[in-house]
């Protein structure tokens, strides 16, 4: 049997892209009686090199992450940045963005066989690649390099 192009077959994340992450943060955590995570606005700094399209971005979002038993789900709340997010919620409004695999030391080399198989990289910063697979699976692939 051949091996899997994302290897084991593990979802490490699901995320969602909503209009306002503190609020479903909130929401979410009265939902779960849980505390309610910080949100964070990433690459506030600009220290990660994101690339939308094929063309460099700031790639600035806000996220809350809610670390579950068997899975961490993620909120997105887009900048004005170019990104995937911010033409999800203008396209689709919120929802299911992606589900995230572990592809610790093989992102890259993970997405490339990803787009031989005909899912093209979108978007990538330096631990994560998002793959366009939305027509055939109804959501996006991410690849996070993590362990």
């Excluded at 940045?81 to 993970?110: Q, S, Y």
């Amino acid at each position: 049997m051949e091996k899997a192009i994302l290897g084991a077959p593990f979802v490490c994340q699901i995320a969602m892209i909503v209009r306002d992450a503190q609020k479903a943060a909130s929401r979410f955590a009265e939902l779960l009686n849980v505390p309610v995570p910080q949100v964070v606005t990433a690459n506030a700094d600009g220290s990660d090199t994101v690339t939308y399209m094929g063309r460099p971005t700031e790639g600035r979002v806000k996220l809350a992450f809610f670390h579950l038993d068997n899975v961490v789900v993620e909120f997105i709340e887009p900048t004005e940045d170019p990104t995937t997010w911010k033409d999800f919620l203008a396209e689709k409004g919120p929802g299911v963005h992606h589900i995230a695999f572990k592809a610790k030391n093989r992102m890259l080399e993970t997405a490339a066989e990803l787009e031989r198989f005909g899912y093209p990289l979108i978007q990538h910063g330096d631990k994560y690649a998002y793959l366009e697979s939305t027509e055939e699976l109804g959501v996006i692939l991410e690849l996070l390099d993590i362990d």
